[in-house]
């Protein structure tokens, strides 16, 4: 499976972006599908993720109630709209795929990274 994310660039503090992780490789449609976060000069956070079906979702709590994962199997996409940004959101975000079952937040279980996009949020 490779992976290439878009949609970063700048806004302001308080507005919306959409980043969206194109995929290839027939097996997208089973496998959870993550996105994680690399704030400057700071390790790798996780982010959000969803399992297969979309059915179960998972936020980090700094995200939680303003960002939105969802997919869309059969355009092999996974998207993450980010509303009410905040300079704290500044990153680079990761998109990331496992075969693992359940929507998990721990980075070394995701078997394959796209290439960061990046997001910067002004004050």
């Known amino acids: 499976v490779q992976l290439q994310a878009s949609g970063g660039g700048l806004v302001q503090a308080g507005g919306s972006l959409r980043l969206s992780c194109a995929a290839s490789?027939?097996?997208?449609?089973?496998?959870?599908m993550g996105w994680f976060r690399q704030p400057p000069g700071k390790e790798r956070e996780f982010v959000s993720a969803i399992t297969w079906s979309g059915k179960s979702k998972y936020y980090a709590d700094s995200v939680k109630g303003r960002f939105t994962i969802s997919r869309d199997n059969a355009g092999n996409t996974v998207y993450l709209q980010m509303n009410s940004l905040k300079p704290e959101d500044t990153a680079i975000y990761y998109c990331?795929?496992?075969?693992?079952?359940?929507?998990?937040?721990?980075?070394?279980?995701?078997?394959?990274w796209g290439r960061g996009t990046l997001v910067t949020v002004s004050s």
């Open positions: 490789g027939r097996t997208f449609g089973y496998m959870t």
């Open positions: 990331a795929a496992t075969t693992i079952v359940i929507a998990t937040k721990t980075a070394n279980d995701y078997n394959y």
